[in-house]
């Protein structure tokens, strides 16, 4: 979370003071930010908070209170890029990439501070963000040359720069400490 450090002394006071001042699920976006994925077939669906729900056809809603963010994958962005949402014949593309932006204004209006609002996509300098938060299942240290490889469409993978330990590895840890005598 924002006010674990890494911030000036103002910013970490204010934080802890919003942190005490909120209520317990808006504390509870402080602590661990909610994540909607929006895939092409027009479902939108929370997601874990983990670096595998980040795929190159998906975009994600990532809302931290202080932050909300909208990350585009790779497929998506390429689209974006090639200018298909601006396309006629793909009107239903241009809806799915404006459906997380209307769902954040209104997540915005309703938020006091207002949140800051971060729009990017894969590899892009403000997925630093995203990245910062999500559980490193995939990490350089745990894949192969630090390469999380392929998944089944041909995409890169994405993997987490950290040298923190997964959720699952955390976990692990701690039933195997929670089962074994101390004689």
């Known amino acids: 979370a924002e006010y674990m450090g890494n911030n000036s002394p103002d910013e970490t006071a204010y934080y802890r003071h919003m942190l ?64 298909y949402d601006e396309q006629e014949q793909y009107a239903f593309f241009k809806q799915i990439i404006a459906r997380p932006v209307q769902e954040a204004q209104e997540l915005m209006k309703t938020r006091f501070p207002m949140p800051r ?21 995939v990490t350089y240290s745990n894949t192969p040359f630090g390469f999380a490889g392929q998944d089944g469409s041909g995409e890169n993978q994405p993997s987490v720069l950290t040298d923190d330990v997964s959720l699952q590895v955390f976990m692990d840890h701690l039933k195997k400490l929670a089962v074994s005598s101390n004689n």
């Open 117 to 137: 609002y971060i729009e990017t996509a894969h590899e892009k300098s403000q997925a630093r963000f995203l990245l910062s938060k999500v559980n490193p299942s």
């Open 20 to 83: 005490s001042k909120e209520d317990c699920g808006n504390s509870l976006l402080m602590i661990q930010p909610s994540l909607l994925c929006f895939s092409l077939d027009g479902n939108v669906e929370p997601v874990l908070l983990d670096i595998s729900s980040i795929q190159a056809d998906r975009i994600l809603l990532m809302d931290g209170f202080f932050h909300i963010l909208i990350y585009h994958g790779q497929t998506i962005q390429g689209w974006i890029d090639a200018g």
